[in-house]
């Protein structure tokens, strides 16, 4: 019995290991407590003048959750289809009373259609397959967020919107305005 009383009271080599590492540790902190040292310093001239224009130059977005619909064409080219795009994003800036410069399209649901044979995940695919060319279609649409689904109908603004079957596509668009604060309904 005294044999395993005294083999359970052997050291291993894990024992000094963990207080190395709480060495480490307390260490370490200090170093990070003293490195956070604050110090102060005003800018040069140079400086503030380029902030102050940088902040000058940049527009504040803010999205409007009122949605429009666009029926893209077919044929997707920057002769037709972009050119309807661009019409169809002008009118409706021109409808909401906007200027032009102060509004952009900032996010667009792409929905494909599907027929009676297929499922959601054909249209969605669909729709998918559509948005390089869409982004190609007209520099509006280069840098703006996208997202696919697959639907036969979709309420936009509380109004139902179909879509049609294979090959029929609906944008829905959401603009990103810069101006006074919007005051929208966005539970619709």
């Known amino acids: 019995m005294s044999r395993r ?3 359970r ?3 291993s080599g894990e024992d000094g290991a963990g207080w190395i590492y709480a060495d480490l540790f307390l260490a ?5 407590l003293g490195s956070a040292i604050v110090t102060s310093s005003s800018p040069s001239p140079a400086a503030q003048a380029a902030t102050s224009t ?3 130059s940049t527009k504040t977005f803010q999205l409007s959750c009122t949605e429009f619909v666009i029926r893209p064409e077919s044929n997707l080219s920057p002769e037709v289809g972009g050119k309807q795009i661009e019409a169809a994003v002008g009118e409706e ?4 009373g ?4 102060t509004a952009k399209p900032g996010f667009v649901i792409v929905m494909g259609g599907f027929s009676g044979n297929e499922g959601p995940g054909d249209g969605s695919n669909r729709a998918k397959n559509l948005q390089p060319a869409l982004r190609k279609s007209t520099p509006m649409l280069r840098a703006v967020e996208m997202r696919a689904i697959g639907s036969k109908a979709a309420a936009v603004n509380g109004e139902q919107q179909a879509i049609g079957g294979a090959g029929s596509y609906l944008l829905v668009v959401y603009l990103l305005y810069s101006g006074p604060q919007l005051e929208e309904d966005c539970t619709k």
């Open 98 to 101: 906007w200027a032009p410069d």
């Open 28 to 32: 370490l902190t200090l170093v990070g």
């Open 54 to 56: 940088t902040v000058a």
């Open 93 to 96: 800036i021109t409808r909401r």
């Open 9 to 11: 009271r052997r050291h």
């Open 5 to 7: 009383l005294l083999s």
